[in-house]
T-cell receptor, first 111, second 118 residues
């Protein structure tokens, strides 16, 4: 079976740094994705990792360790608008090119 | 960037009726589209994978006779919820893949359709 775990909720303050962890056990691996989703809206793509290491995109960075089945999304200089749900998703060949999603982490940023 | 639209954005219907949801890729050709559903405060659950010109592949537990998927062109896929019941009320999201399967070009999501069955 496929299993993707993330913390359910996290809180942080404006300007801070937060790290959202994701662990996965899947039959096959062909890339890990992070999406941001505001309530009632579609997910928007944040990052993609297929090789071990860190990918940086402005305030957002994502890390992958395939041997450990582990990824994290790092958000720096938090802003109120970063309050959203963050979804970790894995692409496995068994599912073709579809994505298997974790339950998502709801991040609340306060002033 | 790649844009995916969905129509309608919100629909309310009576129990027993059928509802059709359209998913369009506006500025690219999508050989593969995916349909997800999402319950409140839950993650996206893949319902089916839709390939242009062929039958959709449904995930385990998804009734293909209840959720009819048609992918007649490279820019349009439709999901029809037949004989809808209140338990079908959910947020339905489609996504489309751009690029070859072995090269990540991104998977782009539509804005979603909120279905409420009374």
């Amino acid at each position: 079976g496929q299993n993707i775990d993330q913390p359910t909720e996290m809180t942080a303050t404006e300007g801070a740094i937060v790290q959202i962890n994701c662990t996965y056990q899947t039959s096959g691996f062909n890339g890990l994705f992070w999406y941001q989703q505001h309530a009632g809206e579609a997910p928007t793509f944040l990052s993609y990792n297929v090789l071990d290491g860190l990918e940086e995109k402005g305030r957002f960075s994502s890390f992958l360790s395939r041997s450990k089945g582990y990824s994290y999304l790092l958000l720096k200089e938090l802003q109120m608008k970063d309050s959203a749900s963050y979804l970790c998703a894995v692409r496995v060949w068994e599912a073709g090119t579809a994505l298997i999603f974790g339950k998502g982490t709801t991040l609340s940023v306060s002033s | 960037g790649a844009v995916v639209s969905q129509h309608p954005s919100r629909v309310i219907c009576k129990s027993g009726t059928s509802v059709k949801i359209e998913c369009r890729s506006l500025d690219f050709q999508a050989t593969t589209m995916f349909w997800y559903r999402q319950f409140p405060k839950k993650s996206l659950m893949l319902m089916a994978t839709s390939n242009e010109g062929s039958k959709a592949t449904y995930e385990q537990g998804v009734e293909k006779d209840k959720f009819l998927i048609n992918h007649a062109s490279l820019t349009l896929s439709t999901l029809t919820v037949t004989s809808a019941h209140p338990e079908d009320s959910s947020f339905y999201i489609c996504s489309a893949r751009e690029g070859r399967a072995d090269v990540f070009q991104g998977q782009f999501f539509g804005p979603g359709t909120r279905l409420t069955v009374l």
